[in-house]
Nanobody
Framework: VQLVETGGGSVQAGGSLRLSCVAPGYTRYEYCMGWFRQAPGQERQGVASIKIGGSTRYTDSVKGRFTISLVSAKNTLYLQMNSLKPEDTAVYYC??????????????????WGQGTQVTVSS
């Protein structure tokens, strides 16, 4: 099953974007999903994650600005990104895993990945 991200684009600093990830079969109770990003020349970074029916996690740099959410009926994971900064510029990836899973922010915890969507924030 392929995950498909949409919603990337270019925005000025302080603006907002909402990323979507359609993930058929992965939006069920106790499944885990996450958003990751990778900027040029940098390692992939976990941004936000959710264990469905459980907790959410955020990397410190996005706390208070980004919100991860899920609409199971639409098989869709979202990442609402507000107060965007130039350092948020990256390719953003959606990831998913079946239970048992931890819902953490490490890439190795996830087995299914999307193709990525570019987010560019200009100053």
């Amino acid at each position: 099953v392929q995950l498909v991200e949409t919603g990337g684009g270019s925005v000025q600093a302080g603006g907002s974007l909402r990323l979507s990830c359609v993930a058929p079969g992965y939006t069920r109770y106790e499944y885990c999903m996450g958003w990751f990003r990778q900027a040029p020349g940098q390692e992939r970074q976990g941004v936000a994650s959710i264990k469905i029916g459980g907790s959410t996690r955020y990397t410190d740099s996005v706390k208070g600005r980004f919100t991860i959410s899920l609409v199971s009926a639409k098989n869709t994971l979202y990442l609402q990104m507000n107060s965007l900064k130039p350092e948020d510029t990256a390719v953003y990836y959606c990831a998913a895993d079946r239970p048992p899973c931890t819902g953490g922010l490490e890439g190795y915890e996830y087995v299914q990945w999307g193709q990525g969507t570019q987010v560019t924030v200009s100053s």
